[in-house]
């Protein structure tokens, strides 16, 4: 088992290397999409604990947009936050109870643009292993771990496809036991697992 110093730096490398932003659009090039409105920026945190586990979110079904799906702790950014890394430590202390000063930034990854007309940078952060979580009800039904590992390794990932206001749209998935991760979630760590060597 890697060390935590030696996790971190593995983690830099790959930020690093990413360079590509993404979108739940890229598997979807001949997609033609209706005039949207301006993009509204957002933040979410790839939080990873010192034993290489994975934080993520199960949101709540009572939730508008995106009930029930696998998530990173975020949100959108407040006319308040300092800046992007403020809004994803803000959110994970607001959905799972993550203070941050039990964070330690490692910088942030290409930013990812949603369906939902949100682009959202991906903030990456260690954070000591065995701490507990508490999930905000309104927001998150379930606060859960995957291992990294899994999520780094591109062979875990698979292509699968439903149909979305009248034609098939493709996205990422990485199936992690109960969790059905795909969508944004699953394009942002592909990003990631890409340049994991």
Same mark, same amino acid.
């Given at each position: 088992?890697?060390?935590?110093?030696?996790?971190?730096?593995?983690?830099?490398?790959?930020?690093?290397?990413?360079?590509?932003?993404?979108s739940?659009?890229?598997?979807?090039?001949?997609l033609?999409?209706?005039?949207?409105?301006?993009?509204?920026?957002?933040?979410?945190l790839?939080? =990873?604990?010192?034993?290489?586990?994975?934080?993520?979110?199960?949101?709540?079904?009572?939730?508008?947009?995106h009930?029930?799906?696998?998530?990173?702790?975020?949100?959108?950014?407040?006319?308040?936050?300092?800046?992007?890394?403020?809004?994803?430590?803000?959110?994970?202390?607001?959905?799972?109870?993550?203070?941050?000063?039990?964070?330690?930034?490692?910088?942030?990854?290409?930013?990812?643009?949603? =369906?939902?007309?949100?682009?959202?940078?991906?903030? =990456?952060?260690?954070?000591?292993?065995?701490?507990?979580?508490?999930?905000?009800?309104?927001?998150?039904?379930?606060?859960?771990? =995957?291992?990294?590992?899994?999520?780094?390794?591109?062979?875990n990932?698979?292509?699968?496809?439903?149909?979305?206001?009248?034609?098939?749209?493709?996205?990422?998935?990485?199936?992690?036991?109960?969790?059905?991760?795909?969508?944004?979630?699953?394009?942002?760590?592909?990003?990631?697992?890409?340049?994991?060597?």
């Amino acid at each position: 088992m890697q060390s935590p110093d030696e996790l971190k730096d593995k983690l830099c490398r790959a930020m690093k290397a990413a360079r590509q932003t993404s979108s739940d659009f890229d598997l979807n090039p001949d997609l033609v999409l209706p005039v949207r409105p301006a993009l509204k920026q957002a933040a979410v945190l790839v939080a =990873v604990t010192e034993d290489a586990q994975l934080i993520l979110t199960k949101r709540s079904t009572r939730l508008k947009h995106h009930p029930g799906q696998i998530a990173f702790p975020g949100g959108r950014r407040d006319e308040t936050d300092r800046d992007l890394v403020h809004t994803a430590l803000r959110e994970a202390e607001e959905e799972i109870g993550l203070n941050p000063q039990n964070v330690s930034v490692l910088g942030e990854l290409p930013f990812h643009e949603t =369906v939902t007309n949100y682009v959202a940078t991906p903030i =990456v952060g260690i954070v000591p292993a065995g701490l507990q979580y508490k999930a905000e009800v309104g927001e998150v039904a379930e606060v859960f771990t =995957v291992p990294l590992s899994h999520v780094m390794s591109v062979a875990n990932f698979a292509i699968e496809g439903r149909h979305w206001q009248g034609t098939r749209r493709h996205y990422y998935t990485v199936p992690y036991g109960p969790y059905y991760i795909w969508g944004a979630t699953a394009r942002m760590l592909r990003g990631l697992a890409e340049q994991w060597t």
